[in-house]
C-alpha cells in the first residue's frame, strides 16, 4: 500500500511539473481562496440580535456661527488630508509616514499589516460626514482585516484602538461586520487572561495565544493603564453577544484589585500577574496609570451610573491623588505630578493633561456634593496644559515639562520637547466646553489648529515635530492612528453644537471611540 500511494504521489508530481509555473501558482490561489472563504463562513455566523441602546445626535452638529463653521470645515479639511495620504501611500499599513510616504507601523501592532489608521479613524469619518471614504475603509476591512495572524500585539493597544474603533463604528452606521470583526478580535484576546491571576499579559500573540509582558515593566509586570482600560469595550462585548465571558473577565480584575492594599491609598503602576503582588510603587495620571482611572468613572457613567462599585473606586483614588500628587506652582499653576517611591516628582506629561476633561466629566455625581471644586480643578488643568503649548516657539505642547528649580510648565530635557500630534490638551479643551461654554476653550482650541496645520502638515499627511522650542524643527515623521481617532475628533466636536454625540447618551472611550450609555 505505501509503494501503491507513494507511486500516486510521483505521478501527481510529475503532471504537476509538466504544468507552467503560472497554472501553478493559480491552483494555489484558488486552493488559498476555498481556505480563506470556508474560514469566513464558519466566523461570521451572525451573532444573536440584541435592541440597540439609545442612539441619539450621530447626524447633527452644525453650528449656527458661521465663524465657528469655518472652523469646524477647516478641521474636516484637515482629516481629508490625512485621510487621502494615508489611502495613497500607506493603505493597509497601521500608519503612514508622510515624508517617506509609505506606511509605518510600531510593535504594539506586532509584525502584520492591520490597518490600524483605517480603523481608528472610521468613526470620526462617519460624524464628519465623509461617508465615501466611510465606505471605502469598511469594504477594506470586511475584505482584509483578518485576526487568524503569527503576530504578537499589545492587548491594551488592540482593544482600545480596534475593538473599540469596531464597535464605535457598528454602533454608529448598523454594519454588522463591524460588530462580527470586534467580536472575532476579542475572542483572539482571551488568552492574554489566562495568568495564575487573570490579570491579562501586556502582550499576545494572535495565532498561538501565548502572552507575555513587556521586558521593561518593573519585575515582570503587567501595566495599571493597560489592563485597568478594558472595562467599557468588554462590556459591550458581553451586551451585543449575550456572552459574559468578557463582563467577567474585567469584572475579576476589578475585584482583584478592590482587595489589594494600596500605599497611601495610592495604586502602583505596575502589578505582576503571577503572584499578585505590586511591583515598583509609581503611580501616575500620565503614561502608566492615566486610563485606568478614565475607566473608572467611565464605566459608571456608561452603566447610566448604576455602577456604583465603579464610582467609589474612582473617588478614593481621585482623593487620594490630590492629596499626595496635585501642587501649585510657585508661579501658581495646578500640576499634577508623579509619585515615585515615596518622592514627588515635580514633572507633568503631555498624557497626564487629559485628566482636566476627566474631573470636569466626573463633577457631577461627585463625593461630598463637590462638582464646583472638580470643574475649578479641571479648568486649572486645562489652563497649565494651554500654557505648556503658550510657552514653547510653535504653540505646541512638549511631552513633558516640568516645575521645579525655577521653571514652570516647560520641558528641560532634550528627550521630551517633542510633539506627536496627541489629543489629550484638546481632549481637555472639548470637555471643558461642553460643561462651562467658557470661549476660551474654543479659542485655545483654534490656537491649536493652526499650530498643528503649520508646522505638522506637510505635503504627504501630518507629522509630529522633535522639538517645539525650535523654529526649524524637525519632524519625526509619523502620522499616529489617534490624530485621526482623537485630535482631529476632539477638534471637530469642539466646533460643533453640543447635540452631536451628546454626553447623556455617549461614553467616550480612551482613544476617543464613542459607545451608547447602557442605560
Ligand atoms: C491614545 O492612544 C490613548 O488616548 C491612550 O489612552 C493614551 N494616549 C494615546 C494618545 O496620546
Known sequence: KIRADHEKALE?????????????????????????????????????????????????????????????NKVKEMMKH?????????????????????????????NSQMGATIVDALDTLYIMGL???????????????????N???????????????????????????FKIKAVQLAGKLLPAFNTPTGIPWAMVNLKSGVGRNWGWAS??????????????????????????VYYNKVMHIRKLLQKMDRPNGLYPNYLNPRTGRWGQHHTSVGGLGDSFYEYLLKAWLMSDKMDTEARKMYDDAIEAIEK???RKSNGGLTFIGEWKNGHLERKMGHLTCFAGGMFVLGADGSRDDKA????????????????????????????????????????????????????????????????????????WGWEAVQAIDKYCRVSGGFSGVKDVYSSSPMYDDVQQSFFLAETLKYLYLLFSSDDLLPLDNWVFNTEAHPLPVLH
Open 151 to 177: 503576530s504578537e500585539v499589545s492587548v491594551f493597544e488592540v482593544n482600545i484602538r480596534f475593538i473599540g474603533g469596531l464597535l464605535a463604528a457598528y454602533y454608529l452606521s448598523g454594519q454588522e461586520v
Open 219 to 244: 519585575a515582570g509586570s503587567s501595566i495599571l493603564a493597560e489592563f485597568g482600560t478594558l472595562h467599557m469595550e468588554f462590556v459591550h462585548l458581553s451586551y451585543l453577544t449575550g456572552d459574559p
Open 372 to 443: 464646583g471644586h472638580y470643574l475649578q480643578l479641571g479648568a486649572e488643568i486645562a489652563h497649565t496644559c494651554h500654557e505648556s503649548y503658550d510657552r514653547t516657539t510653535l504653540k505646541l505642547g512638549p511631552e513633558a515639562f516640568k516645575f521645579d528649580g525655577g521653571v514652570e510648565a516647560v520641558a528641560v530635557r532634550q528627550n521630551e520637547k517633542y510633539y506627536i500630534l496627541r489629543p489629550e490638551v484638546i481632549e481637555t479643551y472639548w470637555y471643558m466646553w461642553r460643561f462651562t461654554h467658557d470661549p476660551k476653550y474654543r479659542q
Open 82 to 110: 490625512a485621510w487621502d495620504n494615508y489611502r495613497k501611500y500607506g493603505w493597509g499599513h497601521n500608519e503612514l509616514k508622510p515624508i517617506a510616504r509609505k506606511g509605518h507601523s510600531t510593535n504594539i501592532f506586532g
Open 131 to 149: 461617508h465615501d471614504e466611510f465606505r471605502e475603509g469598511q469594504e477594506w476591512i470586511d475584505k482584509n482585516l483578518d485576526f487568524s495572524v
Open 324 to 326: 499626595h500628587l496635585i
Open 12 to 72: 501527481e508530481a510529475k503532471e504537476k511539473l509538466k504544468k507552467s509555473r503560472d497554472e501553478i501558482q493559480a491552483e494555489i490561489q484558488t486552493e488559498k481562496n476555498k481556505v480563506v472563504q470556508e474560514l469566513k463562513k464558519k466566523d461570521s455566523k451572525p451573532l444573536p440580535p440584541v435592541p440597540l441602546p439609545n442612539l441619539i445626535g450621530i447626524n447633527s452638529g452644525e453650528p449656527a456661527d458661521p465663524d465657528v463653521r469655518e472652523k469646524r
